[in-house]
């Protein structure tokens, strides 16, 4: 056993969790990820793996139980999007998703709309959180949606880009300013907007270097008709709402990230395991050995800090954006380092598409982006420690 397995045996589940995390693992090893290699070359969404992961019940797994769910805890969760990520990180990029969505949902919505919408994702449905703008991205007060209020509806006019599951989904978790409110930040409010409302128009999805498989689209919004039912809260909770929902969002952006980690420093050990150069092991030199050191101790500090944020949450902490930045931070360079170097241990085979570590290495760089630049986490961060 060593030190991955010994970390992962360390952490607690309930004997509940432990067979629905072995399930998880079991649909990633032998469906998931034989599929990733075809899914990244033609850019198809990959349903047969939403339609596995929904004959598992997954989604289940973060709804409340008065509305059909079956709730586990949130250190479950994220290893099962680890586990997701690693077979295949489109589909760990999807199905995160579903949460990141809903759960502003679960902590801030009514009775009547947690019965009339969490229904759809325990029955299957795909979720999208819709914050970024083209001009508002790590900076999402600058955006320019708006909500306007016009009776027993609000009118939506605006666009979005780079939106997750943004041409498939059911839901929409919608972001945009409330007319009537001056204040640009005290204006953003949040609404739940379906399927097919007139108005709503996927412009285009992203031909993109990573994720391929994942829906990344461009939404317009012309004259969207909601009903004011749909509204999460009052006007002007928006920004409560989105900075609440990343506390929880961002430690899911990292389990992600740990997942592409995670295959790519277990293909480099198997790869310079039975590679030999000079007659010897590629392990064997000693500045190999010195790298692989280095990528395993980061790796597995980053992951106890993954499991630290995680118990954080499930013991109901809420001031914990630094340490969701840290762990967001940390997890995703790393992801970049490490499937950096996994393609260097393969030398020239890591940049063929025949080898896992050349697709690794291009589905890791958008964790370094979304869910807000690495740079604004450090600023995030560094700013934490200016005294008052």
């Not at 990820?33 to 793996?49: I, K, L, Q, T, V």
Request: charged residues 25%.
């Amino acid at each position: 056993m060593n030190v991955f397995d010994r970390l992962d045996a360390s952490i607690t589940f309930s004997e509940e969790e432990r067979m629905l995390i072995d399930s998880v693992r079991a649909l990633a090893r032998e469906k998931i990820a034989p599929r990733a290699e075809h899914h990244d070359r033609s850019g198809e969404f990959p349903w047969e793996n939403v339609k596995a992961i929904n004959a598992l019940g997954l989604n289940a797994m973060f709804i409340p139980e008065a509305y059909g769910g079956a709730p586990m805890s949130y250190a479950a969760y994220l290893e099962c999007v680890r586990e997701i990520a690693k077979a295949c990180a489109s589909t760990g990029g999807i199905w995160a998703t579903n949460f990141h969505a809903i759960r502003p949902l679960i902590d801030f919505g009514t009775e009547e709309q947690k019965r009339r919408f969490l229904p759809v994702m325990v029955n299957g449905g795909l979720a999208s959180l819709t914050i970024t703008e083209p001009t508002a991205g790590s900076d999402a007060t600058g955006m320019k949606t708006q909500f306007r209020p016009d009776g027993d509806h609000i009118v939506v006019n605006g666009a979005k880009t780079f939106i997750t599951n943004g041409a498939m989904a059911d839901l929409y978790l919608l972001f945009g300013k409330w007319s009537e409110i001056e204040d640009g930040k005290r204006a953003i409010s949040v609404l739940v907007l379906e399927k097919r409302t007139l108005g709503l128009k996927v412009v285009r999805e992203e031909d993109k270097m990573g994720l391929r498989a994942s829906s990344t689209a461009a939404l317009a919004f012309d004259n969207c008709r909601v009903p004011r039912a749909n509204l999460l809260g009052k006007p002007g909770d928006g920004l409560k709402i989105l900075l609440a929902a990343l506390n929880t969002s961002r430690p899911s952006i990292a389990a992600h990230a740990l997942g592409i980690a995670r295959a790519a420093f277990e293909d480099a050990v198997a790869y310079i395991n039975e590679r030999k150069q000079s007659g010897r092991r590629i392990i064997e030199f000693q500045g190999i050995q010195f790298m692989l050191a280095d990528m395993a101790t980061d790796l597995a500090q980053c992951e106890a800090w993954l499991w630290h944020v995680a118990r954080l949450v499930d013991g109901g902490a809420t001031d914990l954006g630094i340490e969701a930045s840290m762990l967001k931070l940390k997890a995703s360079d790393l992801a970049m380092r490490i499937a950096t170097e996994a393609v260097q241990l393969h030398g020239g085979y890591g940049y063929c598409k025949d080898y896992r570590v050349e697709r690794l290495m291009r589905d890791a760089k958008i964790t370094q982006i979304w869910e807000g630049t690495n740079q604004i986490h450090r600023q995030f961060i560094g700013r934490s420690f200016i005294k008052k």
